[in-house]
């Protein structure tokens, strides 16, 4: 399956910065934002430069169901399925 | 004689033992003393705040609604302790992590850099005894000696190499807090 | 499902309420209840559902599903879910507890539940500890483990050994489904959702007593990072508490989904 | 209506089944086994729920279940069991459910013995589980009174959201006495706004707990209980006997109660002025008609199948305007009427006065004679 | 000899190991866990027993047993691991055994919360388990209190063979305060002429159980623990504050206690002439103390953190002689001195009189204010 | 032992007092009783034990064996017997547990007893019902079969399944010793007696827990005569409940009598 | 008027049943009655008793110390129950258990050999048919025939075989116990 | 082993009547002996005609230890050796 640009967004109303996604993401392209903190006071997880697949792997080991996953292609891959 | 103070916080800025240096100071200097913590509803995270009563007999109840002594360590605690406290009491605030100056005029406000003064010490956990050496300037009760005294005795040995930065910590904050009250305040 | 661009890959679940949990960062209960959530979702279900919250980390799931919800004694969520099912048999029922819960003080209850046959789903999370009350010993707490009740670490000659929940419900003839997963990785909490559905399904279809046994995480009580607490579950408790499907009765083996 | 002759365990299964029970959990234990075998053949045949737990905690949180649920559901248990729902009662209690459940006391404490006892009248009045709860607790003292308060209780432990007891003894639950059963009540599942029983499309989903973590909150909830246990204060009954001109009163509740009115009898018979109070509602309790009595009264006799507890409460009511007496028998020891007797010639012959605390003076006569 | 500075959980742990404690079986609760956390490390360095137990119900049992073969023994729980107690506690009682146990109490009904409260004061000391039971219930206002009654709650257990309770809150089981610990007492194995420890060739088999078939022999097995009780009110200890010339007093135990010295001392510098009678004793309660102030008082205001539980017993005592006020804070609020000063001023002011039922004057307040 | 004529075969034990037991006739809890008092006797520890009656036609057990004896709570024996053996390590300490007592209400207490590998014996008398309180329904009842709270005959659909006890605790790391016998007849009994011997042996060599499950009659709510109830136990309950050992670990396996 | 009855005997003699066809007789008549069973400490096998209060308006207790009638179908019944009679109470005494005469002049004693007549009719179990029948003579609230009403009425249809043997036996006890009234005493 | 002579004595005080030992006894030489009744009102069992060897099989499935058994030989069995 080719690599297909994919984006997510990273609820801070959720995320705790407790790094699980950014260990599990395959191309690693996310780590925490340390340039500020969410209101509960964590530095939120993002992707910090490009590689996203939207794979989701990041929003099923999410705990907080924290991440939104997007991509751009033509076949929908459920994240759990 | 009898005088209360509240130490408020988020649960990992080091309250509840900035407390206790205290109580073991004033235990150490034949005062009674209690100490008692307070956990917000919240189980964890959340903010932590503990009471500590100093008096020279049996002490009656170890809470108070209206101290005449507390430090607040972050914004909410500020929000909520400059209400409470006594007039004529004194409020030291950690300068860091609040925005915002006094309301209230009846009371005096300390404001200390905390956690800025712990890192340059070189720990930022030290920002508790900075904000507990800024208090002793209003609490004739217990002198920086009283204070460093009880750390030496009852710190356990395993940490007792952090004690010149306690210290440090302690002496930086009642400096700053004496500048301050000197009319060279932080604002 | 016609697919177009910019497609929506993943969304948190509409049973999940908008509420954050109040679990630690990294903790696990947050993925088990995801997953929960996801099934109940997916199986059109959330409408029928009445959960059973335990007393432990997990007393305020109530406030985290999008369903009715009530909140046991410690312990004794399978009696409750017991005599809700019992008067709304067409109502789906579950209980979400703890190690401390379901296998210590709820051990009666748990096993009589089984044996009853009856028609809930259990979600047990094990995480080798009493989260809420501080890290206490609990019955899954690995042998040589220092928790706050065993600070040299569990002896097992005083302390004795932990229990295999799902090993010990498996030998009852009233357990439909039970099975050990783990939330350790992605593979591993994709064969977990798949468990937690067929658990659900086993219930849906009056098959028995189900239940999906979580190694879950306490990165607090266990002083590891979220991440290195996933690999603590990999490594330690995984070999102690193997997982698989330790009871799938005939009918539940012919479910399809 | 022609009487029919049942067992007083039986009838209160039966009483139940009638005032729409949809479910009844239970464990085994005598002196009120018949409850549980009774509805174990009868709740199945009706198509409602029946389980025999595992223990009486399980039954005790089962019924939580159902009653959170919002059905009609009961236990029944004898005093070590219900010492084991303490926990779960004050759970349901907390959650402001109703609830019934029925207790056939024994002689304790203990695992004591299987006898007719009023040793739990504090358990289910005062204490028993932890915390701050009122609850209504109802005692009869004939089978057909067990039969109608069967009725009550459900509708007491909805209309107030209070739990309810039932408090009876082997005497009666094992006595057979001519009764007239209600007629069937249809069951009705009201759709009570708070209770748990699924969206189903209908309405926001619910939630049920006795946890408040904040105790401001927890306090208003305990404000609650205590509105609708002021409310409850309308429903307190009592029986007289011999009121009209009486000069000293005998107060008992249920089988003591009865065993009282043998005895107030043959007083009469012998031109004593004396009448019986017997409490129905032991709580709420009925205060206020113990006031009202003591303006023109010599003297309380308080007899009771335990060491002297209700007997408190009589005593508070009284508050030292009257003398109040005492008359107990413990561990499952019936009192028979010529002893009530001779305490109601106690107390006349002593003007109804009594230098010690009535439990005291009550205790040195009981060592003295046994 | 110097003080140290104590956690509450931890100092009761400690002195109940100076006191000879020789086993522990316990559950974790908050708040008082600790206790159980601290003798998991101390116990078995000194080579006693410890076990966390399944629950509350295995671990009382198993004090049970450990009591039966006559060693030192407690556990520890708060409120709703006390409930689960209940059955265990009155076999315990009915054996005629000591043990000891101490309740952490917290906010409830139910699960409720952690935070301090006195809820389970009827619970303690007036109900609780089936059967009729009399039972010693210590209430420490400090921690220094609480490590003394540590030694004095084992010696009465002993000495009169009736279950022994310490009830404390969250706020005593939390707090630090400077104390001085009791030196080590060595562990002496009493030999009991009742402990089943096995004959060991030097006597006949020895049998415990709280089983008397025959009602009779169950009443006199109940006339034994009355007897003790008897004994038992030599006991009563009660700590008095500004009691001299006092005209009003305010009566309060354990934390409610301490936190009415802080109002009285208050009230007193306004000059008003109140006194505090805290009981350390809450049973046997010092009904005679207070039958005593009486004679020259205007007015007695308790306070309680609970709905007006001790309340009763003050008012049995008090038998309408004076009037009698209550304030009391629920669900885990503690109630701060000023509330306290606010309710003396109400009770100088009105002279102590109240039209109401204190209780229900109080809840009318409560409504009105909440 | 010198043969001389005349020869003393077999007499009452010692162990056993010479009260006349209250249970009804043919009942084998006297069986198992009298084993007991025999195994106790060869053992010669009769001075050392201390036993653990439950709530049960069992009750009075204390009355009937020459040792030091305490009367447990419903279910609660093993917790009891845990607190005897901790605080007297070096006492025999035993636990004599019907069905329901164990079984039910006591479930908790005797897998977690299991589970730390407390060093007691119990002894579990399995008659398939609740005697003592007028034959109720038990775990252990048989599917179909009628009791007092069965009277249609145990419906597993709404009334469970039995539980077989030893299977379940011997999935626990802390059970040492765990069998099921039978009394229905003499070779039966002798193997019941050479299992509660070596029970016994294993608490003494402090080998962990130990129990002997007994298949016994209960012909007065069985409503059978005491010859036929012996038939019922061989003929339907062994089918049920299969004779075996359960669990004998290594070191009790090591044990020679 | 209120008439107290007790019935006593060992287990398996019917003592219950007994009691209740007289308290099934005694409601089909119109009156309040009460039967309460007392099973000795022994749990099983043992003596077992019954009481039954016949009374023409609400009954208080449900239990006696000393009745004015009494049944003893064993010997430690008749023990027990001739020492609690009631002056000039009857006592029905199964004569076939029984090996000794009165001690008390001041009751009176009709002895019946129920076993005896029961095995004669061809139903032991029906000894105590055959005391109720004899305890009938002394108690005028209720005739033979209000007690073979109730039988008849109450008696489970799959019973019913029964009744004609059951009349049989009360009718013998009420004769035999005539017939010793009128002097020709079995002793 | 020759069957050896043996003879049995059953205590009423303990003896129900249940017929245990009487179904368990291999010469079948055993009823219960109706002409009398125990104190606590059971027909006893006992041997009724020879042939007893002295097996005490009857003493093994006696409930209540009523049976002491004896036989003359020169070898002694335990009863459950
Ligand atoms: C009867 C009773 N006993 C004890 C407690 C205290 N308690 C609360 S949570 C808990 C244990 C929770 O541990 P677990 O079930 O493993 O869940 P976790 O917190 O680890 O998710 C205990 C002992 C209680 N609330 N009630
Ligand atoms: C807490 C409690 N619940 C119930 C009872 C009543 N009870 C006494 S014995 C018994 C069951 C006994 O059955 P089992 O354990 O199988 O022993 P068996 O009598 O069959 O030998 C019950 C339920 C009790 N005494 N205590
Ligand atoms: S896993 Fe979720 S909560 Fe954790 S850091 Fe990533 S987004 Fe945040
Ligand atoms: S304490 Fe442990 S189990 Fe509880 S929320 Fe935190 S990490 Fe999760
Ligand atoms: S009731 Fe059953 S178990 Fe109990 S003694 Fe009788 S026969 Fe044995
Ligand atoms: S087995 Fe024992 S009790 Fe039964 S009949 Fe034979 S001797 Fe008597």
Redesign the interface.
């Known amino acids: 399956m080719p690599a297909a640009k994919g984006w997510i967004e990273v609820n801070e109303k959720y995320c705790k910065g407790c790094e699980l996604c950014i260990s599990a993401c395959p191309p690693d392209v996310m780590k925490l934002d340390t340039s500020h903190l969410t209101p509960t006071g964590y530095h939120p997880a993002h992707v910090y430069k490009d590689g996203c697949t939207g794979c989701a792997i990041c929003a099923l080991v999410c705990p907080d169901a924290a991440i939104t996953v997007y991509r751009e292609i033509t076949k929908v891959v459920h994240a759990t399925a | 004689m009898q005088k209360e103070i509240i130490i408020a916080g988020f649960g990992g800025q080091g309250v509840l033992f900035g407390g206790q240096v205290l109580t073991y100071a004033a235990m150490d200097a034949g005062k009674e003393v209690t100490w008692i913590p307070s956990y917000g509803p919240e189980m964890r995270g959340g903010t932590a705040n503990c009471t500590i009563v100093i008096a020279e007999d049996e002490i009656g109840s170890p809470l108070v609604k209206n101290p005449p002594l507390a430090i607040a360590l972050n914004l909410p605690s500020f929000d909520k302790y400059e209400g409470e406290l006594q007039q004529g009491g004194t409020l030291v605030v950690n300068k860091s992590m609040v925005d915002r100056g006094p309301k209230r005029d009846d009371i005096k406000v300390i404001f200390v850099p905390c956690n800025e003064i712990a890192e340059e010490i070189g720990d930022r956990r030290l920002l508790n005894m900075v904000a507990v050496g800024a208090l002793l300037t209003s609490l004739p009760e217990l002198s920086l000696q009283d204070v460093e005294q009880a750390l030496e005795s009852h710190m356990p040995e395993r940490h007792k190499n952090l004690l010149p930065k306690n210290f440090e910590a302690l002496q930086r904050g009642y400096e700053a807090a004496k500048a301050q009250s000197a009319g060279i305040t932080g604002q | ?1 016609v ?1 177009t ?9 509409v049973g ?1 309420t ?1 509420a ?12 088990a ?3 929960v ?2 099934v109940l979702e997916e199986m059109g279900i ?5 959960g ?2 335990p ?1 432990g ?1 997990s ?1 305020f799931a ?2 985290y ?12 969520a399978p ?10 048999p067409d ?1 789906i029922v579950f209980t979400y507890q703890g190690d ?1 819960d379901l296998a ?6 748990i ?2 539940s089984a ?4 028609n809930i789903t259990v979600i047990f999370i094990n995480n080798a500890n ?1 989260g ?3 890290g ?2 609990a ?1 899954t707490t690995l042998p040589g483990m220092k928790t ?5 670490g569990r002896d ?9 929940t799902c ?2 419900l498996a ?4 357990s439909g489904y039970v099975v050990r997963r783990s939330l350790h ?2 593979k591993n ?2 064969l977990a ?1 798949k468990a937690i559905r067929l658990a659900f399904e086993t219930q849906v279809r009056g098959l028995g007593f189900s239940m999906v046994e979580l190694l879950s995480t306490c ?2 009580n266990w002083n590891l ?3 290195e607490s ?1 690999k603590f579950v990999e490594d330690k408790m995984v070999s102690y508490f193997p997982l698989g499907d330790y009871k799938v009765s005939q009918s539940v083996a012919q479910v399809k989904i | 209506m022609t009487r029919e002759l049942w067992e007083g365990n039986q009838a209160i299964a039966e009483a139940a089944v009638r005032a729409g029970l949809e479910a009844y959990f239970g464990y085994p234990i005598t002196p009120q086994t018949e409850v549980l075998e009774y509805l174990s053949r009868r709740m199945p045949e009706l198509g409602r729920a029946f389980v025999q737990a595992e223990s009486e905690l399980g039954a005790i949180n089962m019924v939580y279940g159902a009653a959170c649920a919002g059905v009609r559901v009961m236990s029944s248990s004898s005093s070590p069991g219900v010492s084991l729902m303490m926990e779960g009662l004050s759970y349901i209690a907390g959650t402001e459910i109703p609830m019934v459940l029925v207790n056939v006391m024994r002689g304790g404490p203990g695992l004591g013995n299987i006898a007719p006892s009023q040793g739990d009248y504090n358990q289910a009045v005062h204490g028993g589980g932890h915390g701050d709860y009122p609850r209504i607790v109802l005692a009869p003292a004939s089978v057909q009174e067990a039969v109608d308060l069967m009725t009550l209780s459900f509708d007491l432990a909805e209309k107030y959201r209070l739990i309810t007891f039932v408090i009876a003894d082997g005497c009666i639950g094992q006595m057979m006495e001519p009764i007239n059963l209600p007629e069937m009540r249809p069951v009705v599942r009201k759709d009570w706004d708070w209770a748990t029983n699924g969206r189903m499309g209908k309405r926001e989903r619910r939630i049920l707990t006795s946890i408040y973590l904040d105790p401001y909150q927890e306090e208003k909830a305990n404000l609650r209980l205590l509105e609708r246990w002021k409310q409850a204060q309308a429903e307190i009954r009592y029986k007289e006997y011999f009121m009209e001109d009486a000069e000293y009163v005998v107060i008992g509740f249920g089988t003591a109660g009865r065993v009282s009115l043998s005895a107030v009898r043959a007083a009469r018979q012998r031109g004593i002025k004396v009448g019986l109070l017997r409490p129905i509602t032991v709580s709420p309790f009925p205060l206020g008609v113990i006031e009202d009595l003591v303006r023109h009264l010599s003297g309380i006799l308080v007899v009771e199948m335990n060491s002297g507890q209700m007997l408190e409460d009589v005593r508070l009511a009284v508050r030292g305007r009257v003398p109040v007496q005492f008359y107990g028998r413990m561990g499952g020891v019936v009192p028979f009427p010529d002893e009530v007797l001779d305490e109601i010639h106690r107390m006349v012959s002593s003007k109804g006065a009594t230098e010690l605390n009535p439990r005291d003076a009550w205790y040195e006569r009981m060592v003295a004679t046994k």
């Open positions: 499902m697919a661009a910019n497609n929506l890959v993943y969304e948190r679940p999940f908008d954050p949990t109040h679990y630690c960062p990294g903790c696990t209960h947050g993925t209840h995801r997953l959530a996801e959330l409408d029928k559902v009445i059973v919250a007393v980390c007393v109530y406030n599903f999008d369903t009715d919800f009530v909140e046991a004694p410690h312990g004794r009696a409750m879910a017991t005599g809700i099912k019992r008067v709304l109502r401390g210590s003080i709820g051990m009666g209850e096993v009589h044996a009853r046959g009856e009493y809420m009350t501080g206490q010993m019955p706050t009740s065993s600070p040299n097992v000659e005083t302390q004795g050994y932990p229990i295999r090993e010990l030998t009852l003839d009233g990785d992605p909490i994709r959702k990165p607090t990072t979220p991440v996933l």
